[in-house]
């Protein structure tokens, strides 16, 4: 009794010691063999379809060809067979007694009786684990439900072995996905954010030693300031991280559950670099295009005082003038804009909202009446206090309401809507017009870009307005966003952040 549980303690200290699978079962023979004092044995084990998908034969004297043969033809004649077959384990006390027994000519060794018992797990045969002996009648029946013991914890091992090599397998080709990628990937758990994963690509991205940050908190692996920051950032927010390389990383942060946050950095410098060219060439070509244009406003004017002028030749200079306006509204827009770009700071105050809403509402009025709009202002609330640049704030309103009266018909309805919502006072401009149609109304605040083709040609613009007011918008922490209805009409939103006791900036 003692002995059979020494050996099944041995067999179960030799399953846990090691998850390479070979070693694992080639040991498990060798005890049981040594035990039964059995001369030769064998594991087979078989997939999903009943093929043999492993087989260990105790005896090294037998070439793998030779023990191919001798697995297969087991399998449909032998022993090993009928174990599958009846998935239950038996003794044959005499091989030359027992037709489940096939015997190989030219076998090296007799084997006189055999013992087989299954491995199975989750009611399928996993496998069969045959021991045998060179005398007839040597294994008892007892002999049977030890082996079983052992079949049992080897088929336990065997599931968990599988197990780990197929999680091994998918850790390897996500760790290869992770490994291989361009973007910079960051993961860090914990309260102090620390380092779970950083790939190599976050590791040339913030010059950290490679593999020298396991563990560590991200604030003392790093000196990027603004990286430690977002990862902070409650409700989670990404953006832009400028590297002392010159280097620009658009970074967006995920919260993982149950393992921590995630930043996923993707470099923009090649796009950066473009945009900053963009500016440039249209900042110079600006600039050249300004001065003709104030010589030809000039001579138009000069013409006129020359005179005298037919009214046919009066009414063609009033186009020609009409158009050297247009562009050089173009031209002002265009150095506004990229002025707003470029610019690194900006002069703020506190401004109270429901005045620059009056203040535009004033301005815009006559413009309204003019076109037989019925324009009303709502904006009482005193607590919407946002910090700005007044004078651009109130261009941005300004570009809404002028938007909203150009694109409604007469007889139709602009509206200005102030009120607050958590922590942002929203400043909205409601109209009845011809709306924007669903798929190019996320568009309409690109450079250029003009909603209405048809009505483009009649209602002058530059589709530069909008832009102007988004660039703006952001430079103030804020956002703006359109709801619109072909025909039935558009409400333009700006949220700014309120300023209370200084604690919005
Ligand atoms: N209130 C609105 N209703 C319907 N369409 C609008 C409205 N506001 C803007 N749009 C559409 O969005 C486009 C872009 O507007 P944006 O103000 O940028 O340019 P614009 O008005 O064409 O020219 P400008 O540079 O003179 O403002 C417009 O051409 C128009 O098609
Ligand atoms: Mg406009």
Not at 225 to 244: I, K, T, Y
Not at 407 to 433: C, F, M, R, W
Request: cysteine-free; aromatic content about 6%.
């Amino acid at each position: 009794m003692q002995e059979k549980l020494n050996l099944l303690n041995q067999i179960s200290d030799e399953l846990n010691k090691d998850l390479n699978l070979d070693r694992m079962l080639q040991r498990v023979i060798d005890l049981t063999i040594k035990h039964f004092k059995a001369i030769s044995g064998s594991i087979m084990l078989f997939d999903e379809e009943n093929r043999i998908s492993k087989y260990i034969l105790q005896r090294k004297d037998v070439s793998d060809a030779r023990a191919h043969q001798i697995v297969g033809q087991v399998l449909t004649e032998g022993f090993a067979g009928w174990v599958l077959k009846h998935g239950r384990g038996d003794i044959i006390n005499d091989t030359q007694a027992d037709d489940r027994w096939y015997t190989f000519p030219n076998q090296p060794y007799t084997a006189r009786s055999v013992i087989a018992t299954p491995l199975t797990r989750r009611n399928r045969v996993a496998g069969v684990l045959t021991i045998n002996h060179s005398e007839a009648e040597h294994f008892k029946g007892q002999d049977l439900s030890l082996l079983n013991a052992i079949a049992w914890q080897a088929a336990i091992a065997l599931e968990n072995a599988q197990l780990f090599r197929q999680s091994e397998a998918e850790r390897a080709t996500l760790s290869a996905i992770i490994n291989g990628t361009q973007d910079a990937i960051v993961v860090v758990y914990g309260e102090d954010h620390k380092i779970l994963l950083m790939n190599p690509a976050a590791e040339k991205a913030l010059q950290v030693t490679p593999d020298n940050w396991k563990d560590r908190a991200l604030d003392s692996v790093t000196h990027l300031n603004d990286l430690v920051a977002l990862f902070n950032s409650s409700p989670l927010s990404g953006g832009e991280l400028q590297l002392s390389n010159g280097h620009t990383l658009l970074t967006s942060l995920i919260d993982v559950p149950d393992v921590g946050r995630m930043a996923i950095m993707h470099d923009i410098s090649a796009l950066k670099a473009l945009d900053k060219m963009k500016t440039e060439f249209i900042d110079t070509f600006t600039h050249d295009l300004a001065a003709p244009l104030a010589t030809i406003k000039g001579h138009i004017d000069l013409l006129q005082i020359d005179g005298p002028l037919s009214d046919l030749q009066l009414e063609d200079l009033g186009f020609m003038r009409m158009a050297v306006d247009q562009m050089r509204m173009l031209i002002k827009d265009l150095l506004e804009l990229t002025r707003l770009e470029s610019l690194k700071s900006l002069y703020k105050t506190d401004i109270a909202l429901n005045s620059s809403l009056k203040k535009s509402f004033e301005t815009f009025k006559r413009m309204a009446t003019t076109k037989n709009i019925e324009f009303s202002l709502h904006a009482n609330d005193s607590k919407a206090i946002t910090r700005g640049n007044p004078t651009l704030i109130t261009r941005a309103i300004d570009n809404l309401i002028e938007n909203a009266i150009k694109y409604t018909k007469p007889h139709g309805q602009v509206s200005l809507l102030l009120t607050t919502s958590g922590n942002e006072a929203l400043i909205a401009v409601k109209d009845t017009g011809i709306g924007i149609p669903a798929k190019t109304a996320p568009q309409v605040f690109d450079k250029f870009f003009r909603a209405h083709a048809a009505e483009a040609n009649e209602v002058p613009g530059s589709g530069l307005g909008l832009s102007i007011v988004k660039a703006i918008v952001e430079r103030h922490g804020g956002r703006v966003w359109v709801e619109s209805k072909v025909n039935t009409g558009s409400t333009f939103t700006i949220a700014l952040p309120i300023h209370s006791n200084g604690s919005a900036t």
